[in-house]
């Protein structure tokens, strides 16, 4: 992993003197590295980390993953549940990145087609949100193409676990181990009786339709990916490759939760 792709966020506090911190010690450990501007790479890279939260490093995973290369991230803001490393724990990184058997998690991520057959991977989540801000969305979800419910609600997420604990948390669904493989279907503000998230297996698939004349936004990974019309809809399955992140092996999921949601100051 010689060549090293640097995603910063440039507004960030201390997002560019980390930046310039790590490359000095990049290059002193004879690494190459490389700074990512947008979303293009600007040099051919081997690996990608990101500094800022955990925005960035979902920006750096997307374009990791359409790279099959791994990724890793600096923790720059106040909480980073995917951004494992804290600044203090740089020089552990860049030993990591200079080992030559390094230590990689691999995590589920989603591909979801969209109606003209394109196809976007996401590690957190798909969404379909309403456009009208009075009106909620009718959604039918199918599994394995049987129906499983309609929806009427603001909005419908399938997650992964990893993504769990993102915005299909704040809508009241499950916290769930990263290292599992599922597809967490996670009503929000719904007006159905099942209003509880759906878990389902990781070699499912789910079928999002727009069910009556009330169109919906498709966002991926937080990202808008397009426009729902009656009767459209995306199919979310797995993706065929995971997400790689460089992990320094002290990550581990009951600490992240403990951090995340504060409870060892309950």
Known sequence: MNR??????DEKP?????AASLTDQLAAAGLAPCTVEADATTCD?????????????????????ARDIPVAGINMGRLGYLAEI??????????????????????????????DGSRLAALNDVVLDKVVTQRVIH???????????????DAVIVSTPTGSTAYSLAAGGPVVDPRMEALI?????AHTLLWRSVVVGGDRAIRLIVDVDRPAWVTVDGREAGRLEQGQSVTVTRSDRPVRFLSLGAHHFPDAVRHEFGLDRA
Request: glycine fraction near 8%.
């Open 86 to 115: 804290e600044p203090e724990d740089v020089g552990s990184l860049v030993a990591l990145l200079s080992s030559p058997d390094p230590s990689i998690e691999s995590r589920m991520a989603l591909e979801v087609e969209l109606p």
């Open 185 to 189: 279907v996670t009503p929000v503000a």
């Open 45 to 65: 890279v081997d690996v990608l980390v990101s500094i800022g939260g955990d925005g960035t490093l979902l920006r750096a995973a997307s374009l990791a993953h």
């Open 139 to 153: 959604v039918r979800a199918e599994v394995d193409g049987r129906r499983l419910i309609t929806y009427r609600a």
């Open 14 to 18: 201390g997002a560019m003197e980390m």
């Open 4 to 9: 090293v792709g640097l995603v910063v966020h």
